[in-house]
């Protein structure tokens, strides 16, 4: 099936629809379209701005599929810049020679978090939620939320997002640098199309030169994105953590009606509960 559908609005300005499952999951699918996907896009000589968006109420990418073949993404071959395609992904879609946008209606976290923090520009309706939630299940960030955070929020708030695994909501998602602004979330359609139509107007020469400058000055290095990875190989999937992941299954993970509705903080509740009930004293 087909997770990207675009809709190619002007020459110049392009749609892109992510839908997968009910709460719209990231899994090696996901990974290997976007990859053509951004491929197209690089290619285009027309295309000046493409916005992303989502086709499923609550959900714009909830993070990646806890269930999805580890054994096929670890045979992945690399992209492009040499890094596994993951990743590689991520630091393609910064560098895209056109303007990216995204327009945030629902949930993002995890992967889909660091979906958005790859793009160039986010906006996000009032009823959007974002969240870093790895460390509730033992697992450091791997595509470059630590490096992308830190430059848009500052030391102390990418670590208050990261450390605390909690999920943002909108509000403060912009207070903090994490999105550019919040928009009433019957608006944000409108509000959207007409700020990527004022971009697809302009030259593309002019719009690429600010981007490759802009890029320049704020992007991480290479060798920063390469160590978020490496981190996240080390401590994903640990055996020590799996009876968490099943107590998050239990409580309706991956659902769009169960514990996704809010993850970050029902993750923190039941890291705290006593392992074998109240202590006796």
Do not use: C
């Amino acid at each position: 099936m087909e997770q990207f559908r675009v809709t190619k609005v002007q020459p110049s300005y392009w749609w892109v629809t992510f839908g997968n499952g009910p709460v719209n999951l990231i899994d090696p699918d996901t990974v290997e379209q976007l990859a053509a996907l951004i491929t197209e896009i690089e290619n285009d000589p027309a295309l000046t701005v493409v916005v992303f968006r989502s086709e499923t109420p609550g959900y714009f990418m909830a993070h990646w599929d806890f269930l999805s073949d580890t054994h096929r993404v670890a045979a992945m071959p690399p992209g492009p810049t040499g890094f596994h395609p993951y990743l590689d992904n991520f630091v393609r879609l910064s560098r895209l020679p056109v303007a990216t946008i995204s327009e945030v209606r629902g949930r993002t976290r995890g992967a889909g978090s660091e979906f958005v923090l790859a793009t160039d520009i986010r906006f996000a309706s009032d009823q959007a939620v974002f969240g870093q939630f790895e460390i509730g299940v033992g697992a450091v960030p791997g595509g470059g939320a630590m490096a992308r955070l830190s430059r848009l929020a500052g030391r102390g708030r990418a670590l208050e997002i990261l450390l605390g695994g909690d999920d943002i909501p909108a509000a403060l998602a912009a207070e903090y640098g994490y999105v550019n602004r919040v928009v009433p979330d019957a608006d944000i359609e409108d509000f959207t199309d007409r700020f990527a139509r004022r971009i697809a107007a302009f030259d593309k020469v002019a719009v690429t030169g600010i981007k490759k400058l802009v890029d320049a000055a704020t992007l991480p290095p290479d060798a920063e994105l390469a160590e978020g990875l490496k981190s996240y190989f080390a401590t994903a999937g640990r055996p020590e953590h799996r009876p968490f992941v099943q107590l998050l299954f239990k409580n309706g993970l991956q659902q769009p009606d169960g514990i996704e509705r809010d993850l970050g903080s029902a993750i923190g509740d039941l890291r705290q509960q006593p392992a074998n009930g109240p202590s006796q004293g």
